[in-house]
């Protein structure tokens, strides 16, 4: 039996690059980087050093990146940053999508709750893309921000970001993107590509759990989020992650240095798995075929349960996923699923296969070797599957 890694969009393994950026920060540069003594600036030189070198990854000044705890932080504080502007201005109009990942939707539901927002959630379509012209329709007078994830992840599909932000710049709207599974992936330049804020987040790159940042245009006035000492320039407080920060930006270079090779890697995995994957019956790959992330491998089968699809991969020594990690355990179908115009008992039979550059085609064979009898199993014992078969 092999084992197979394929749930990369949960969390990724530390790559060698930003284990080695970060060791050395745990034992000798173990200092404060607010303490003025050696080890204490010795520490401050490698938060700003990191701090540069992400800005170059995104075409960003270092004065324009924001450490956080990770990308749920940076997405709650993007938002928090769009109302206290938009509180200014009267301004209380957010506009987001169906399928967001919850650190966007909770967040944007709890300020409705509090009057604080009226929401706008544009559909995603069967194919699991925003249409530009219904974003430009979408905008009001009143809108105070347009947040649309740059990749899902359940199903991996890319958004035309580029245009959207072109429409919400043209418009003079706050435009912010949830980035966390984009990032290291697929190329991205917040300039070129119109983007105010951008949340992103270590461990989807083979970086540490915990860590991540928030990009800001320097135009953007930014609300403090943590209060208490001065440190991210005095808008979120507390003593920042020194190792978790050196780990992400290594992996980060680590990725971004590597990304057409891993790309074209991982696509030929993924499309590997997709075309045997398309041959079993009753099945349908969700989500666009080439508008997504090299990684990402969405299926649905009619007649079977997710999650009893999981547990007997896991016996076969496959991890993978039924949607997002974060609504595992709860039997609701996922709302992103909901999103594309499944019905209920569709979504219910989802599975997600995350693949990395440490996959291999020897795990795809075994995966495509092991899942049909896997389904076929479970169908056996699925009255629905009867009932399927019947044609009732
Ligand atoms: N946004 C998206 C699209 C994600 O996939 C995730 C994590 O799964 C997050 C936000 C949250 O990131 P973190 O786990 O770093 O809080």
Known sequence: MLNVYADNAATTAVSQAALAAMLPCFTAGYGNPSSIHTPGQEAAAVLDSARERLGKLLNASPREIYFTGGGTEADNWAVYIAAAIGAKKNKRHFISTRFEHHAMLHTLEKLAKKGDAEV??????????????????????????????????????????????????????????????????????????????????????????????????????????????????????????????????????????????????????????IEALSQIPRGRLNGHREKRLPGIVNFCFEGIEGESLLLRLDMAGISASSGSACTSGSLDPSHVLLALGLPHEIAHGSLRLSLSEYNTPAEMDYVIETLPGIIQLLRDMSPVWERIEKGE
């Open 120 to 273: 706008t959630l544009l559909e995603v379509h069967e194919d699991g893309l925003v249409r530009p012209g219904e974003l430009a329709a979408a905008i009001r007078e009143d809108t105070a921000l347009v947040s649309v994830m740059y990749a899902n992840n359940e199903i991996g599909t890319l958004q035309p970001i580029p245009q959207l932000g072109a429409i919400c710049r043209e418009r003079g709207v706050l435009f912010h993107t949830d980035a966390v599974q984009a990032v290291g992936h697929v190329p991205i330049d917040v300039k070129e590509q119109n983007i105010d804020l951008l949340s992103l987040s270590g461990h989807k790159f083979h970086g540490p759990k915990g860590v991540g940042a928030l990009y800001c245009r320097s135009a953007v006035p930014v609300a403090s989020f943590i209060e208490g000492g001065a440190q991210e320039r005095g808008k979120r407080a507390g003593t920042e992650n020194v190792p978790g920060i050196a780990g992400m930006v290594a992996a980060l270079e680590d990725s971004c240095g590597h990304m057409v090779a891993n790309s074209d890697k991982v696509s030929a995995l993924r499309d590997r798995l």
